[in-house]
């Protein structure tokens, strides 16, 4: 137990800006696909270029991750999420007069992505200083805000694309991100006095903990989180497009789909918070299990051609993912310990970055090559159950330490996993 986390009291009023704080810098970028078949439409490229926009994106919210930990460490929550509001809204202003895809690379890519970043990582890590017994309730709830983000902002977004255009749905995308400038003032320090005194001098001698990197659970935890990215954004890059094209329902139906995922990924976040609180089970299994799950429901797209259909299919993969990522959190802070949760979550939150910026423009080549969405969804839900796979070494090498001590076990696991990971890599590729 954290004896400096108070666990209620302001705490929840960071819960709620932090809710908010995802439904903006998560909500928007997970709904992607909308923007993505404006700008198929206006620029008349290749779905492997076109897909590179909401991929750098995307890419840089989580890739960022260690920049934004380190600058937290620096200078705290509330300067860096302000900071973040501001050059997002800046980014998103930019693209309004973009004059080619490749401008809007720069601007809703590479700037909206870091500011949404800065947004989104202080959004998660404050909550591990203010809860401790109820943190699996602060995770859940704030966690479920990317959820009712996807619900709401895919449809609100097509319908002022639908009424202004790509370019005038923007000025209403860069008035929600500056609204974070607000969440992000109320994100005050939780330790006060000789408490704060000491954990700034912590932080500044270090700004990036690479120890950690050392600890061969969190190298299995990087692997697993490049590539379930990889995978997992391809579905909300591709489905309102295939929808559209497969079932021949119109753009707004199709982008259904994503308020579908939107509104099970919130209840699968809520979800959480009561598997937080069955305490002799291992959360690490269950994460586990929602990858598996979100990999299946994404490989069977493109076996039917029933709007009904993908509509499930969107239901589960939403349900499980949205099981999955506050579960994240709660094993970092179990297993590596409050201290290094900024640290810890900016460096997985890297690793997602990386898989998050190849994974659609890899889906689009695939199908630009085979002219099908198969391959695609196929390649998207194996490397997402192939993530499950390189997790569940972590347990196992748990017990085996336990069994037989840990002098000389550990490199002896971490060598005989990094062969056993990189073969399946190979092979599966």
């Not at 300067?79 to 809703?108: D, E, H, K, Q, R």
């Not at 497009?241 to 079932?247: I, L, N, S």
């Not at 889906?363 to 796979?389: H, K, N, Q, R």
Request: aromatic share 12%; with cysteine; charged share 15%.
């Amino acid at each position: 137990m954290d004896p400096l986390a108070p666990d209620g009291g302001w705490g929840w009023v960071i819960m709620v800006a932090c809710f908010f704080n995802q439904v903006l810098s998560v909500g928007i970028p997970l709904s992607v696909g909308v923007y993505y078949v404006a700008f198929l439409e206006e620029f008349e490229l290749g779905k492997g270029e076109t897909a590179w926009v909401g991929s750098i994106h995307t890419g840089l919210l989580f890739g960022a991750g260690p920049f934004a930990s380190a600058l937290v460490n620096r200078f705290g929550h509330r300067l860096v999420v302000i900071a973040g509001s501001l050059i997002a809204t800046t980014g998103i202003l930019m693209s309004i007069f973009s004059p080619n895809l490749y401008f809007l690379y720069a601007t809703y890519g590479v700037i909206t992505g870091t500011g949404a970043s800065l947004i989104y990582i202080p959004s998660v890590v404050i909550l591990g200083e203010y809860f401790d017994r109820r943190r699996g309730l602060a995770f859940g709830v704030a966690a479920s805000g990317a959820g009712i983000g996807s619900l709401v902002m895919a449809p609100l977004l097509q319908g002022v694309i639908d009424i202004y255009g790509w370019r005038g749905s923007l000025y209403i995308t860069a008035g929600l991100f500056l609204h974070a400038c607000v969440f992000g003032a109320l994100m005050r320090p939780a330790h006060t006095s000789l408490n704060a005194e000491k954990r700034r001098i912590e932080q500044e001698k270090s700004w990036f903990d690479v120890d950690i990197l050392k600890d061969w659970r969190f190298v299995l935890l990087m692997c697993n989180n490049v590539l379930w990215n990889l995978g997992g954004l391809i579905f909300l890059v591709l489905i309102a497009d295939y929808a559209h094209r497969v079932t021949g329902v119109d753009k707004d139906e199709s982008c259904f789909l994503l308020s579908v995922f939107g509104v099970c990924n919130a209840v699968g976040r809520l979800i959480s918070i009561f598997a937080d609180c069955q305490k002799k089970l291992d959360k690490l299994y269950l994460y586990c299990i929602s990858h598996c799950v979100c990999g299946l429901a994404i490989a069977m797209n493109p076996t039917t051609n029933r709007y009904v259909t993908l509509v499930t299919y969107s239901a589960i993969y939403g349900l499980f993912f949205g099981v999955m990522l506050p579960l994240l959190g709660i094993i970092i802070a179990e297993r590596f310990g409050v201290k290094r949760l900024s640290s810890a979550y900016g460096y997985l939150m890297m690793a997602e970055g990386v898989g998050a910026l190849v994974g659609p423009p890899i889906a689009g080549w695939l199908y630009d090559a085979t002219s099908s969405y198969e391959m695609p969804f196929y390649f998207a839900g194996g490397v997402i159950i192939l993530s499950a796979a390189v997790i569940i070494f972590i347990p196992f090498g748990e017990a085996l330490l336990t069994v037989n001590g840990s002098d000389g076990m550990e490199d002896k696991i971490l060598t005989d996993i990094e062969y056993l990971v990189v073969e399946m890599v190979v092979t599966t590729l």
